[in-house]
């Protein structure tokens, strides 16, 4: 399994930044409202989280009636991935200004987070009816389709996104995602190319346009992209994975198992490095060692039925037809009937434990 990487921009839509006053508050209180509240924008746009979060609380203590205020606090909650008390303060921003968008989405975006993505979507469909040509909501609104695999879906709100703003890399790295899950793999070479165009220092949309050209068979030009991908970020695990994966297409399993064994180091729960690891080790008839990575791999995936359908071709390997069988049988019930084994050698596993082979 190939695994592909998304890119998220940091909030939906940029608030006006007017941090409101009260007629009725005292005038002192309104002001020192205000400059607590323009100092924890300050600290918001350096990327102080945590400063700007104080700043904002001292300023709402004083005016909580500032739209503004709750809506910059809760855009840093979300960055500090503080989701629930992020939600919390778009709900009070909606409360005092129920017709901006911004609010909205970026409730989305933090129910999205948490995976509410039929929530999120009712967001982001709310952000679009009070702005129709709010690209960002669309793009997350895409997101959250994705999520829920529905693709077409996700592909509508894409295309609309890019539409409005057509110089959104993540836009098109996210239909290029959507476009590889559809199986329309050139058109999804496309949007990785335009992504790159628009940032070509993104590892992301190099890593996604490998993963599409390894679908295509050009394994060659795929590892090129990865390379591409790491020497952009070399923590990338999930690159070093997908280079193994091409390299072991071209039957370059020693190669192969150097970038697993690097992904792992990077990642050592990744789960989808283990098992193609120990496919490499079988395709070296190293069936005992590739026997512990499938099955440390299901340790941290115990729902992938590609480990055991391989646990049981290893057994098969050494011998132990029952575990073999066991093993291929609970990949068939955890795939389904649509389930179609890399390695499928159940009849023979069979034929040897009733003496027939």
Request: aromatic share 12%.
């Amino acid at each position: 399994m190939m695994q592909l990487k998304k890119i998220y921009i940091i909030y939906c839509i940029t608030h006006l930044v007017i941090f409101s006053a009260v007629a009725q508050a005292d005038n002192s209180n309104i002001q020192k409202s205000k400059a607590y509240a323009s100092r924890g924008k300050f600290h918001y746009d350096h990327g102080r989280f945590d400063s700007a979060v104080l700043y904002f609380n001292a300023a709402l203590k004083l005016n909580a009636k500032d739209a503004a205020a709750f809506f910059y606090r809760g855009n840093a909650k979300e960055q500090l991935k503080r989701y629930d008390e992020a939600i919390a303060d778009f709900n009070e921003a909606i409360k005092l200004d129920p017709k901006d968008a911004s609010n909205y989405c970026n409730r989305g975006i933090a129910k999205t987070e948490l995976k509410q993505y039929d929530e999120a979507i009712a967001d982001f469909n709310a952000a679009i009816k009070a702005d129709p040509k709010s690209a960002s909501a669309y793009f997350y609104r895409g997101n959250a389709h994705d999520e829920l695999k529905k693709y077409s879906e996700a592909l509508t709100d894409y295309n609309m996104a890019i539409k409005l703003d057509g110089k959104n890399a993540a836009a098109y790295n996210h239909r290029g995602i959507t476009l590889i899950n559809l199986k329309k793999y050139k058109e999804a070479v496309n949007d990785f190319n335009e992504a790159i165009k628009l940032n070509p220092k993104n590892a992301a949309s190099y890593d996604n346009r490998g993963t599409a050209k390894f679908e295509l068979k050009e394994q060659a030009e795929a590892i090129k992209d990865f390379d591409a991908a790491i020497k952009l970020d070399p923590r990338n695990a999930k690159a070093y994975d997908n280079r193994g994966r091409a390299k072991d297409d071209l039957k370059k399993h020693k190669e192969a198992i150097a970038d697993y064994n690097q992904a792992l180091q990077l990642d050592p729960e990744n789960a989808n490095a283990l098992n193609n690891r120990g496919y490499a080790k079988a395709q070296l008839k190293d069936y005992k060692n590739a026997l512990k990575d499938f099955e440390q791999s299901i340790a941290f995936d115990a729902n992938n039925p590609i480990p055991f359908n391989n646990i049981g071709y290893a057994y098969y390997k050494l011998g132990d037809c029952k575990k073999a069988i066991a093993n291929y049988d609970k990949a068939t019930t955890l795939g389904g009937k649509d389930y179609t084994p890399h390695f499928l050698y159940r009849e023979d596993a069979v034929k040897v434990c009733n003496g027939k082979k």
